[in-house]
T-cell receptor, first 109, second 113 residues
Framework: SQQGEEDPQALSIQEGENATMNCSYK?????LQWYRQNSGRGLVHLIL?????REKHSGRLRVTLDTSKKSSSLLITASRAADTASYFC?????????FGAGTILRVKS | EAQVTQNPRYLITVTGKKLTVTCSQN?????MSWYRQDPGLGLRQIYY???????DKGDVPEGYKVSRKEKRNFPLILESPSPNQTSLYFC????????????FGEGSRLTVL
């Protein structure tokens, strides 16, 4: 399967702590994107990192990409209860965008 | 407001009764796609369309049909629904050749009895 594999499957942290989620994939990519999904709702795009980029920031989000290890990480700093959601990596192969199974993040206040 | 609109949001139907889930976007996007989401499996692509009259199969197209007669609309058709098509369905669109951001609808939860 070309699907990204995410780790951990679930993560529970205290408000104010940092949350790190990882995504691994198998073949060369065009870009890698991260999405967020609140329970049962549509996915919302967070950030896109291209294959020639190593790091991107957006507010409290930091994404890294290591093409030699075929992996990416999403770091959410100073987490808030409102960050509780599922987070998905999505990998662009050619014309397809393939989603991982997601990480469920719970931020306790 | 830029959005992707799906209808119905919730539907319970019976095996074999044809149904259509509509999807409409107001962003003049060329690319549109349908996904289904099942627990533990993430999102799997059913069909996608690069532009009007151009559609192609995704990873799980069996049992589904689509059409793209107008740029804004991309309906998903289940000719003869079966219980294994019980799922949460999402329509999404993108303004480029899918290198960029996907905009998702709010989802359609379908139950086939």
């Amino acid at each position: 399967s070309q699907q990204g594999e995410e780790d951990p499957q679930a993560l529970s942290i205290q408000e104010g702590e940092n949350a790190t989620m990882n995504c691994s994939y198998k073949t060369s990519i065009n870009n890698l994107q991260w999405y967020r999904q609140n329970s049962g709702r549509g996915l919302v795009h967070l950030i896109l990192i291209r294959s020639n980029e190593r790091e991107k920031h957006s507010g409290r989000l930091r994404v890294t990409l290591d093409t030699s290890k075929k992996s990416s990480s999403l770091l959410i700093t100073a987490s808030r209860a409102a960050d509780t959601a599922s987070y998905f990596c999505a990998i662009r192969y050619g014309n397809k965008l393939v989603f991982g199974a997601g990480t469920i993040l719970r931020v306790k206040s | 407001e830029a959005q992707v609109t799906q209808n119905p949001r919730y539907l319970i139907t019976v095996t074999g009764k044809k149904l259509t889930v509509t999807c409409s976007q107001n962003m003049n996007h060329e690319y549109m796609s349908w996904y289904r989401q099942d627990p533990g499996l993430g999102l799997r692509q059913i069909y996608y369309s690069m532009n009007v009259e151009v559609t192609d199969k995704g990873d799980v197209p069996e049992g589904y049909k689509v059409s793209r007669k107008e740029k804004r609309n991309f309906p998903l058709i289940l000719e003869s629904p079966s219980p294994n098509q019980t799922s949460l369905y999402f329509c999404a669109s993108s303004g480029t050749d899918n290198t960029g951001e996907l905009f998702f609808g709010e989802g359609s939860r379908l139950t086939v009895l």
